[in-house]
């Protein structure tokens, strides 16, 4: 069985994916030059694009992740939010990027830049690949967005449902069970 047969429409395809996610590593780098920064992928919808945004920067990163979990159901954020896997190091006074596959709400990200602000880092930046159209419940500053996509339930390139889809290499929408 293909996992694609599950797959009604691509949103963002590969080629796509990688021709952007080029240009994110390039901006990072130029706005980075001179520094270090710690990029700090959030486990596990933004692994793959961590993995293929770290190789267009050319620069000296360091790397660290962080899972959360939300008390919500599984296709909508509560906002309440528990960290799963803290970051291995100390962050204080370092530049920091969090690494985030979608912002939907906004209520999980609020939350992990609240909290990793009170480490005392040097900056912090946030670069997530994709970006919900919609009212925010959040108020809140991307300063890297891969793609502005409308608002309906993606997965693929990292993204689930039910844990899984992370590993087809697109964003699509999943076929309803009513669709034939
Ligand atoms: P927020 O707190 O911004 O509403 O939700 C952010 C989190 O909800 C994301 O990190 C992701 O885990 C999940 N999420 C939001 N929208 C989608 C979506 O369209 N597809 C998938 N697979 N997860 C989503």
């Given at each position: 069985m293909s996992l694609r047969e599950d797959i009604?429409?691509?949103v963002i395809g590969e080629r796509d994916l990688g021709q952007r996610i080029r240009e994110l590593g390039q901006q990072i780098a130029a706005d980075y030059a001179g520094e270090s920064p710690v990029l700090i992928g959030v486990l596990k919808g933004a692994v793959l694009f961590l993995v293929d945004l770290m190789r267009e920067i050319d620069l000296p990163v360091e790397l660290d992740f962080i899972a959360i979990s939300s008390y919500g159901g599984a296709t909508q954020s509560?906002?309440?939010?528990?960290?799963?896997?803290?970051?291995?190091?100390?962050?204080?006074?370092?530049?920091?990027?969090?690494?985030?596959?979608?912002?939907?709400?906004?209520l999980t990200l609020r939350y992990l830049v609240e909290n990793l602000a009170s480490r005392h880092p040097a900056s912090l930046r946030v670069c997530a690949l994709l970006n919900k159209r919609k009212v925010r419940k959040a108020d809140l500053r991307l300063d890297y967005v891969g793609f502005e996509i409308p608002d309906e339930f993606v997965v693929g390139y990292g993204l689930d449902y039910a844990e899984q889809y992370r590993n087809l290499p697109f964003i699509g929408v999943l076929r309803r069970e009513t669709d034939s």
């Open positions: 009604a429409r691509v509560s906002g309440v939010v528990r960290i799963t896997k803290d970051l291995d190091s100390s962050v204080e006074g370092r530049h920091l990027i969090v690494v985030e596959d979608i912002v939907d709400t906004g």
